[in-house]
């Protein structure tokens, strides 16, 4: 709950890229308030009104990466790789007593279809080995395909793989999964985030392989979840 007792805020640092944009703009309409976060004001404010323009009634404002995570509730972390640790380190101050959802996946161009293991072993421990405990990372959304999320006509036909060390904050961000069109499962420890942030190559080498764009993932056998 936000502090008004509507729906909480969510900050998308790294949200005028593809896949920030898309799941920013699909929580939005689904009534959560959303901050555009990024390097540059002007540029996140532009980007927030372009949103904005896409869809009636909703609350898309933009700001810096900073001030965007200060005054969320959620921040959401969706940048490159070569950016994750100088962004968590401008934000960290503003993170601390709160969920960070962090979509990263340490792809090393160009061999971007190779599984590449960062010194972390994956982005998200990483991260949460920066923050400290105070911070409940969560790792999710990193086999969604940035095209489909960023259509507002696309059904986001795959599953999001959910891996945190604090269950009520996987709970969260498998609401947060629902919200914006998909299925959102519990995938364990934030250590299993090394699996799914792997997949990522796997699936891009996919897409090249048999001339797709848009492969993801879906568990089957869980019908009734």
Known sequence: MGANGGKFSIAVLGGTGAEGSGLALRWARAGYPVIIGSRVEERARTHAAALQARAAQVDIRGTDNLAAAASADLVVLSVPYSAHRPTLEQVEPALQGKILVDLTVPLRPPAVRRVQLPPGQAAALEAQELLGENVRV????????????????????????????????????????????????????????????????????????????????????????
Do not use: K, W
Request: aromatic share 4%.
């Open 138 to 225: 969560v790792a999710a959304f990193q086999n969604v395909s940035a095209e489909v999320l960023d259509d507002d006509a696309a059904t986001v036909d795959c599953d999001v793989l959910i891996c945190g060390n604090d269950p009520g904050a996987r709970d969260t961000v498998v609401e947060l999964a629902a919200a914006a069109g998909m299925r959102g499962l519990h995938a364990g420890q934030l250590a299993n985030a090394v699996a799914v942030e792997s997949l990522t190559p796997v699936l891009l080498f996919i897409n090249r392989r048999y001339g797709g764009v848009h492969s993801g993932i879906r568990i089957m056998g869980l019908e009734s979840v």
